[in-house]
T-cell receptor
Framework: AQSVTQPDIHITVSEGASLELRCNYS??????LFWYVQSPGQGLQLLLK??????LVQGIKGFEAEFKRSQSSFNLRKPSVHWSDAAEYFC??????????FGAGTRLTVKP | DGGITQSPKYLFRKEGQNVTLSCEQN?????MYWYRQDPGQGLRLIYY???????QKGDIAEGYSVSREKKESFPLTVTSAQKNPTAFYLC????????????FGAGSRLTVL
């Protein structure tokens, strides 16, 4: 069965510092991979997705993620964090036209 | 603008009462989903529907019921059989012709008093 692990429950970074949020998945085939962001009390917004092709994908708000098949990982990165990036981030895995599995989420705090 | 509307945003319920959460979309999406979100547990799938008049149980369907009488609407009823209903509920939809990208509503927070 497919599953997603986000090892970090909570991460704190200083504004302007770089960020990497980890995501590991378990899946039998090449999965569809996603990162979503959620502000408090709101729904989820898609940051980026990977289906196939180039393993480095660019998303909105300056985020990128790299698919590493050998490590079953899809880590999210941002070179310089802004205070507005404080939110909860969810990694998800699925296949075409099937339901998705979400990780438990990583809460990001940004220090001034 | 197209999107998903969930209502109410906040709902309080006494124990033993059924409540219904509304989810309406104007994206012309075929598939709709209900997720439950609890702190530290991510999103768990309650029910989903890929076409009108058909729906399937997700991982935690016990104590919940849904209907899909119209393509645009997918209401969720939290019944008195749900033992721990206090949570944040998210509705989502997806077009079957495209890739597996979900569009989410803003959520409904249910508190049982």
């Amino acid at each position: 069965a497919q599953s997603v692990t986000q090892p970090d429950i909570h991460i704190t970074v200083s504004e302007g510092a770089s960020l990497e949020l980890r995501c590991n998945y378990s899946y039998g085939a090449t999965p569809y991979l996603f990162w979503y962001v959620q502000s408090p009390g709101q729904g989820l917004q898609l940051l980026l997705k990977y289906f196939s092709g180039d393993t480095l994908v660019q998303g909105i708000k300056g985020f990128e993620a790299e698919f590493k098949r050998s490590q079953s990982s899809f880590n999210l990165r941002k070179p310089s964090v802004h205070w507005s990036d404080a939110a909860e981030y969810f990694c998800a895995v699925g296949e075409r036209n099937n339901d998705m599995r979400f990780g438990a989420g990583t809460r990001l705090t940004v220090k001034p | 603008d197209g999107g998903i509307t969930q209502s109410p945003k906040y709902l309080f319920r006494k124990e033993g009462q059924n409540v219904t959460l509304s989810c309406e979309q104007n994206l012309n999406h075929d598939a709709m989903y209900w997720y439950r979100q609890d702190p530290g547990q991510g999103l768990r799938l309650i029910y989903y529907s890929q076409i009108v008049n058909d729906f399937q149980k997700g991982d935690i369907a016990e104590g919940y019921s849904v209907s899909r009488e119209k393509k645009e609407s997918f209401p969720l009823t939290v019944t008195s059989a749900q033992k721990n209903p206090t949570a944040f509920y998210l509705c989502a939809s997806r077009g079957l012709s495209g890739a597996n990208v979900l569009t989410f509503g803003a959520g409904s927070r249910l508190t049982v008093l």
